[in-house]
């Protein structure tokens, strides 16, 4: 899982592998209950809070590494953008990154 | 013989660690005043500690209990707190606690690190101050979510600013002396300054206790027994939704369940709970095995510092962090608010009882925090402090600016 991405993926692989992410950050048996889709916030729709969005955030810097600043973007946002951010954000920011 | 004002928000939590601390000043001779709104805080205040409220003609009232008043979560809350609660309770005090000063003419003021004003009518008089860190997982932030701890800071610079302290940095964590009320033990690996002291929590347990059903605690046998209490915070529909959770979870199960909350929240509750608006927590703590809480510091580190394990249901501000600590120390597990149902509290209140590790790991962060000195400790640092009696002649504005702190 930790493996640095090699290959660049498209929109609907990040969004897979984002969604996999948030599942292991809230647990299966509560996305089963939750639409989750690109417009999805992570404040709101996804109800996450501070700490379940840092270790959502550790997942994206483990799995890209070096390859996408995922931290240091995140980092960058001030209150607002970020209980606006929706998922959609960082499939694009990392699409950028590729 | 030195004086001393602590300057308290009007939040329990904020002010009960100030209390033990002050009553330890005050066996030592010195005289402690405690400046807030909060009329009520006299009656707890330690023998000889003075009252000095903060009056104005505007109604201060409304600044009391403004943070019971709305229903926040996640990282809004902490945008609603400094927004809705924090500036204006900050520009609402500032005047009275600079009165205030003027007369208690303290040689040390105290100020919670939510109480910005209190450093800086303190910096804006070149009078020595220390920071009282009563939610020690606030500090946590600037590391765990970077861009949020900027936008805090830069709510606080702004009202120095408008307050006359200039520039960009914030000057509301005294760079002299930052009590911070935990052990690095359970505060978790993070790079601070030296003037970070980690004196481990401080409980006021000095005051009349509220009373409990003692008889009735012990006629309920040899069942596990827990506590569970979302703190004073959180409103009426909260705690509905909250507690009838709770129900859910525990009636008919094999174990003591002590609720704190109003008894009326519900027209029966099961014959299992003990319901009680307000318990002597302190007290009751040696008679448990594990405490479900929202993850206030205090509750926390007072169940962690009798060796017992948590579940955690953070709801806003700061609860989050505290709740990633108890994890991270192994203490206890975790359970989103919003999204929790009855099953997953049970599972995790039986996992808590029954895996020996959550026990282990809190006894482990309560040794760490009877290593940390507590209130006896935070003294002698204030003590240190307060200008000296000039010797030798030497002027007491010579002794003033040697130790002169701004």
């Known amino acids: ?98 | 013989m030195a004086r001393f004002a602590f300057i308290v928000p009007p939040l329990h939590g904020h002010v009960n660690p100030t209390l033990s601390l002050g009553a330890e000043l005050l066996t030592r001779g010195h005289e402690v005043g405690w400046i807030t709104l909060d009329p009520s805080l006299g009656n707890r205040l330690p023998a000889g500690g003075q009252l000095l409220l903060a009056e104005y003609d505007q109604d201060s009232e409304a600044y009391l209990d403004q943070i019971t008043k709305k229903n926040v979560s996640g990282i809004e809350s902490i945008k609603f707190l400094y927004e809705e609660v924090l500036i204006p309770l900050n520009r609402f005090m500032y005047e009275g606690i600079n009165t205030l000063l003027d007369r208690f003419k303290p040689d040390v003021v105290i100020n919670d690190h939510q109480l910005f004003t209190g450093a800086i009518a303190a910096y804006n008089r070149h009078m020595p101050y220390a920071t009282s860190v009563t939610a020690p997982a606030a500090i946590k932030m600037v590391e765990d979510l970077p861009g949020v701890h900027d936008w805090e800071v830069k709510q606080i610079v702004g009202l120095q600013q408008e307050l006359g302290v200039p520039g960009n940095d914030a000057i509301v964590l005294s760079e002299k002396l930052t009590l911070v009320y935990t052990s690095k033990d359970f505060f978790g690996y993070m790079d601070t300054p030296d003037h970070y002291k980690f004196i481990g929590p401080v409980f006021n347990n000095r005051h009349t206790p509220p009373p409990f059903n003692w008889e009735k605690l012990s006629q309920m046998g040899t069942d596990p027994r827990i506590l569970v209490s979302i703190g004073t915070t959180f409103d009426h529909a909260y705690k509905k939704e909250f507690f009838s959770k709770v129900i859910d979870a525990f009636a008919n199960e094999a174990v003591t369940v002590i609720v704190v909350s109003d008894e009326d929240l519900f027209e029966h509750w099961p014959s299992n709970f003990i319901v009680q608006s307000r318990v002597p927590q302190l007290d009751l703590l040696p008679h448990l095995d594990g405490v479900v809480c929202h993850g206030g510091h205090n509750t926390v580190c007072e169940t962690l510092s009798h060796g017992l394990p948590l579940v955690v249901i953070p709801i806003a501000y700061d609860q989050s962090h505290v709740a990633g600590q108890v994890t991270q120390a192994e203490s206890g597990v975790r359970l989103n608010f919003k999204r929790f149902k009855a099953p997953h509290l049970r599972e995790a209140v039986w996992e808590i009882l029954r895996n020996p590790v959550y026990k282990q790991a809190a006894q482990r962060i309560q040794d760490s925090f009877e290593r940390s000195g507590g209130a006896a400790t935070a003294a002698d640092l204030l003590e240190d402090l307060a200008p000296v009696i000039p010797p030798y002649g030497m002027t007491m504005s010579q002794a003033f600016y040697r130790n002169k702190v701004y």
Not at chain 1, 2 to 27: M, P
Not at chain 1, 40 to 69: A, N
Request: glycine content about 6%; proline content about 0%.
């Open chain 1, 1 to 98: 899982m930790d493996a640095i991405a090699t290959h660049k993926l498209n929109s609907e692989e990040i969004f897979a592998l984002l969604k996999q992410f948030i599942t292991e950050v809230i647990g299966e048996e509560f996305v089963e209950d939750m639409d989750i889709s690109k417009e999805s916030s992570f404040t709101r729709d996804l109800e996450m809070d501070s700490i379940e969005i840092v270790s959502f955030s550790e997942k994206v810097k483990s799995h890209f590494g070096e390859h996408v600043d995922f931290t240091g973007w995140l980092s960058g946002m001030d209150l607002d953008q970020l209980i606006n951010l929706k998922l959609g954000d960082i499939i694009k920011y990392i699409e950028q990154c590729q």
